[in-house]
């Protein structure tokens, strides 16, 4: 080999000594079968799974296996929803119960590429971790002997002294939170470790979103409660009307509290476009935390939910509640309380069911029971209209259907409170042998037939409101992981690692020949810019001398101009 390619191969080497180690990302590697073996298979494949090539594949996968858990109803979720799918796709749903689509964030394909995906991205990060460490601990590499093969690159000649020279661009790089140190004849600086942290923070950011899901999936409760004003709740399971929570959720997990809804408040736009449009929810409450707790009094409202330990109280729903009270056949009354109607529409018609299932007596002293279809209208339009046409009480009707009968409550099947199984039900009849209805407003009576007594809707009609309990232990370290994840991934998006390297050495004529060239981890023009501005500055401390031809004194922008190859 000649001296002429020895030359090169060793400025190659030294060029690529300058730009190594600007990142922590694993160097590609040619992949050779391993040697035959259990450990050689291992470790291929642990290779494999660390490499930053699978961790976003896992990623992907992670993301797409979520898209039916978006669009297909879940178990955990609303079950009645899951119910209704199986009872219209007879076909598929057999398929999406073998392939787990209807518990998809406790499915084991699901769970297999989530436990992968962390294994992966702590395998990445472990090792890149330590190497950063080191080259923090390290100093920037020596400059190349050719500092004009680098992207950016200036030069000029200084009567200052090559010693000089070195001190105040080690001085200036310092001065610009560059790492540096002298190096020989030239000063080595770097700048810009912030990115290589934004990408560890970035990684590390994920692992934590990972286990916070895991931890709210496992961990997390979540119930509903309807109270109606002047009810009261406390936070144990046979309270709630609906409960579903994690594998790993305990009784003892719940959070000690009870609250009690004092008044609901809805106010509504009265006229224009949006006339009926709700304007304010919110539902007065006290609450005490704890077995002895002191009561305090608050207000929740739509999205501002009432905050208590772990637990997070949400207003969810609203209704009207009339107070009905019914009366047999002598005149008792058998049956006096709230009911909770369901709204229908947005201008809360409602609907629900009175079952009066004990104590009530015909006219001949039998024991019966029961049954009311309730529709109220808070807002009633007058005529045959079975609409609201407002949904506040200003105009408020409520139209009774009673039946009596076997409500069917003592034969061990679950059934609605708010739906009436009238198998073994009888109508009551009007004069004309018709179905008896009837439209009561606050203080009238509806008689019933034959003397079998009578139902009155009281003049204090109630609100209920809808409230949605939820414990997710996971919340806040989601947060924590999501910041932390848009902040790493700007910092290695937008800050730049580059490194800086300064010669100054005394030329042939004596003249001390100074030469300043810049390297980024990626072409970027902010390198020769910076680059210009640091040689700017040194150019002031260590102004060009003459060239030997040319008397002038040279221009100091003439190294900012040089500054990009």
Known sequence: MSTTETDKAREQDELGAAGSRLSTAPQEEAVSLPGLGVIGWARWFWRQLTSMRVALLLLLLLSLGAIPGSLIPQTGADATKVDDFRAAHTTLAPVYDRLGLFHVYSSVWFSAIYILLFVSLIGCIVPRTWQFVGQLRGRPPSAPRRLDRLPAYTTWRTEAEPEQVREAALALMRRRRFRAHAVGDAVAAEKGYVR??????????LI???????????YKSDGTKLMVEGDGFSNAL???DDFKSGSMF???DLSPFSFGLKDFTGTYELTGPNRGTPRTYQAKVTYSEGADGKGRTTEIKV?????????????????YAPVI???DGRGKVVYQDAVPLLPLDGNVTSQGVIKVMDGYRDAKGGKDQLGVRAFFLPTYGGGSSVLSQFPALLNPVLNLEPYHGDLGVDSGIPQSVYQLDKTHMKGFKDAKGQQLRGNLKPGQTLKLPDGAGSITLEKDIKEWAGFEIVQEP??????VGALGAIFGLAASLFIQRRRVWVRAVRGADGVTVVEMAGLGRSESAKVPEELGDLAATLYDQAPGAPDPDDDSTPSPAGPAEGAEK
């Not at 999205?303 to 949400?314: F, R, T, W």
């Open 474 to 479: 996971g919340g806040g370290w989601a947060l």
């Open 196 to 205: 290589e942290v934004g990408n560890l923070v970035f990684h590390i950011a």
């Open 238 to 240: 046979p309270l709630y």
């Open 303 to 319: 999205n501002e939910p009432l905050k208590i330990g772990d637990a997070k109280v949400y207003l969810v729903s609203h209704g």
């Open 250 to 252: 305990t009784t003892d």
């Open 208 to 218: 934590v979103l990972l286990v916070a899901f895991a931890s709210g999936q496992m």
């Open 325 to 327: 009270t019914v009366r």
